[in-house]
């Protein structure tokens, strides 16, 4: 066993922790309090090939392993979640399946647009009626002739009002339930596509959420993604893989946060001394920094295992359900210690703890988590 | 030329100052760098002499140097050498030294200066100390700016009262370290010297009428240039922002019983050092100055050589943008204001009364160096 | 046409220096970082590199270490490193280091198209000294603080900056370029660059490679051959807590003046 990280992986994590303090912090609290998406931003992290890195070379990418994009969606996420989202979306949401289910026309058309052609990808799962249950989903995609019609609406897509490139989950056979939902890729361009409501969310106010609409949408036949009612087994493989990237987010949010309060504890000081100095705040730190270490080695090792053409069902669930609660946990104590000012914008703090909550909640919440982990205990 | 050797340290005498004009006009740093040298030359009981590079007719300006100290001022005309040019220049002063052999030689450590001095140091081969800021020869005198300027137990060292090497010292790691260097074995020995750091001597007229101008025989053909300057622009100083700034002076809710006052005083003591205006968070929030110049956690993170907060309390969040200044002057009514903590100097009193005083103070200061 | 670019690997100033209770640098308390001026050489480099195709070697005089410095430059997009390290080559001052990175730089080989690049001065020792020194060395046409570089075939123009302005100088390949900040900002490493620099060829020229060029010579390299040498180093009196001047008048503001004169701060 060798808890270091190769050469490369450590290049990646310094290229991006620079990228990082150097770009990304410096409009961090302006991105969040504007809702403005950071186009400049995932521009650059396209011309660096960290935009659908994983994919291969001959589609474009640099063939990178999972465990170097949760890295950087890590180091990202330490000053802006938001943009971490937005990269753990593209990647492991829109490029990821589209490079496992897709046909080789499929591979050769889009994942050259995801990577060298800075088109921003996402998945569309989730409808008004159907959440953690994706079964009871109501879009529906009818075969005329070459062609498929959707009609439907997803919310809370990640990337909605940006993407080009959408994973799409239709109904193709309602009467079975899961068995009937098959996958498509679909183009923002498509006739009969829109873009519905923009949510204005408490937190990652970066991230472009939006509902997204198919009004006899068409989509040629030849875009189906994997089989016919694979569907959800091609949704649930996907998650597993994105929850590699929320756990990756959540656990930057937490040593942001960590890394945030240790410098301003540091200089604050209370009753004649730096408020470090203390042993309440001290225990806490143990237990924020105790926490981090646990998250980045559960990360790292289902990144790891998904690297490896392993099974990392279980392992993926932990890391995602240990990080976006130690997330939670980590950003509210951190702004306690920072008092009123903490509460205020003129620190990072509210906004952390804002960002960190959604983790415990998209691509599965912390409950879906304890089923998935529970369903693979052999109970 | 051939018998040149730089090891033959015997064969080396007097002190130079290599004297840089700038469009016929010399150069403040010609007049400090004399002054400097003429202690060197007197402690080592040799001559001092300016060296002279620059168009037909520079020989007109040679005489005011003598004013400040130089015995002789060696004087190099051509019409190449009226714009500096590395190549022209080096040609020039190598052939020049290699000749009359000095055995110190101090440049200025301008732009130009440090261009110029390693390429003569290469080809001369000997050793060069870059911006140096305290240049001695007499060993006791240099045990005495040891004794102020460090934190060595100079009583507990063993030290040779007959060393004659020029002891040149600079600051190295971001002046963390200082560093005396020496050059025994070559000669001449080279140093680039910081401007504005040595005490001009006053100007003596009678000095200059007396001091003796050379013109040494040179050669200089177009095949020894390889680079052509095509234009010499002269440029306002682009206004600097607050993250690249060498001096600030910021001000805060101090200023409230009259801004524009307050703001004018402050806009004319950062004029007078150099540098630029910056505020604390309450100025910015009340429109007083514009966002670009807010220094604090929510603003920009400096570290100036000197930031001079006048009327700012100092809560945590200015002082997280300002804190690693290298040097911090305060000036508040408020005694206890936390801004003290962290002040290098203090000054208890109303920035309205204090602020013109101080920027008349450093004027005068500056205009004595 | 290559461009070869100096470059130094330098403890990091800009943040909180310690210095040992004896005076000298705690260099294991410090992070190293690329310095930053050869950082925009690099850029420079790359730059040109963009336009034209041409190879960028980047080379380093260092401890072992520094190799990883130069990976990280290859991951940037440089093509190749060279390594100039051994302990003969140890405790050499600016003369003797350009003089050992000179005869480098020769035996890499410069050609009629060719332009060597360095920052214009390290962070560590602040001298400005070293390429100007390697440009005498290898008799090449040196331009310093460079602010603009346009290169159009073997003629390159360089905007020169000046304390009250710049010049503008016009030159020919092969010519000796030092790089200031003004000149360009300095790209990342790149994913794919990343996953490259572990297969791009760095050399490590060590005393054996280098004893037979009419450069190196014991009496010209290392400690020994420097000319100058360190007769003391030392910390500045600490920085003390703060001093608060008494009075608000004029002699008080007398005083503090005469202080930052004093310190030369002023």
Known sequence: MDFNLSREHQLIRKMMAEFTENEVKPIAAETDLNSEYPRENIEKLFDLGVMGMCVPKEYGGTGADPLASAICIEELSKQCASTGDIVATHNGLCCDPILTHGTEEQKKKYLPMLTTGHKVGAFALTEPNAGSDASKGQTEAKLEGDHYVMNGSKIFITNGYVADVFVVFAMTDKSKGTKGISAFIVESSFPGFSVGKHEVKMGLHGSPTAEIVFTDCIVPKENMLGKEGKGFSIAMQTLDGGRIGIAAQALGIAEGALNEAKEYTKGRVQFGKPISKFQNTQFTFADMEMGCEAGRLLTYQAATLKGQGVRYTKEAAMAKLWCSEHAMKTTTKALQMFGGYGYTKDYPMERMMRDAKITEIYEGTSEVQRIVISANMGL | MSTFNSADIAAFKDVWVFCEQREGKLMPTDFELISKGRDLANELGVNLCGLLLGGEGIEATAKELGGYGADKVYVCESPMLSVYNTDAYAKVICDVIEELKPEAFLIGATNIGRDLAPRCAARLHTGLCADCTHLDIDVANYIQFLREASTLDVDGQKWDMEDRNLKMTRPAFGGHLMATIICPRFRPCMATVRPGVMKKNPFDQAKADACVIEKPAFTLSEADVQTEVTEVVKAAKKLVDLIGADFIVSVGRGISKDVEGGIKLAEELAAELGGVVGGSRATIDSGWLSADHQVGQTGKTVHPKVYVALGISGAIQHKAGMQDSECIIAVNKNDTAPIFEIADYGICGDLFKVTPLLTEAIRAAKAAK | ?266
């Open chain 3, 1 to 266: 046409m290559k461009i070869i670019v100096c470059v130094k690997q330098v403890p990091d100033t800009s943040g909180k220096v310690a210095v040992n209770p004896d005076g000298t640098l705690n260099r294991a308390s410090m992070q190293t970082i690329t310095n930053p001026d050869d950082m925009n050489a690099v850029e420079a480099a790359l730059k040109l590199k963009d336009e034209t195709g041409c190879k960028v070697v980047v080379v380093t005089m260092g401890p072992p270490p520094a190799a990883s410095m130069l990976r990280e430059l290859m991951a940037m997009g440089a093509d190749e490193g060279v390594l100039v390290s051994a302990r003969e080559f140890g405790g050499s001052d600016t003369y003797a280091t350009s003089q050992i990175l000179a005869a480098a730089i020769d035996t890499i080989g410069v050609e009629k198209d060719d332009v060597v690049m360095c920052g214009r001065q390290a962070i560590d020792g602040d001298t400005a000294q070293v390429g100007p020194q390697i440009a005498e060395k290898l008799n090449l046409p040196q331009v310093t603080y460079a602010a603009d570089i346009h290169k159009d075939g073997e003629n390159i123009t360089v905007k020169r900056m000046l304390e009250d302005g710049y010049m503008t100088i016009k030159v020919k390949t092969p010519c000796l370029l030092t790089c200031i900040k003004e000149l360009n900002t300095p790209r990342y490493m790149s994913i794919g660059g990343i996953y490259e620099t572990y297969n791009k060829p760095l050399a490590t020229f060590d005393f054996e490679k280098l004893k037979d060029h009419k450069l190196i010579d014991p009496s010209t390299i290392g400690l020994k051959g420097s000319p100058t040498n360190i007769f003391k180093s030392f910390t500045p009196p600490q920085k003390g807590a703060g001093m608060m001047l008494e009075g608000d008048g004029k002699e008080t503001c007398e005083k503090l003046a005469s202080i930052l004169a004093g310190k030369h701060i002023i």
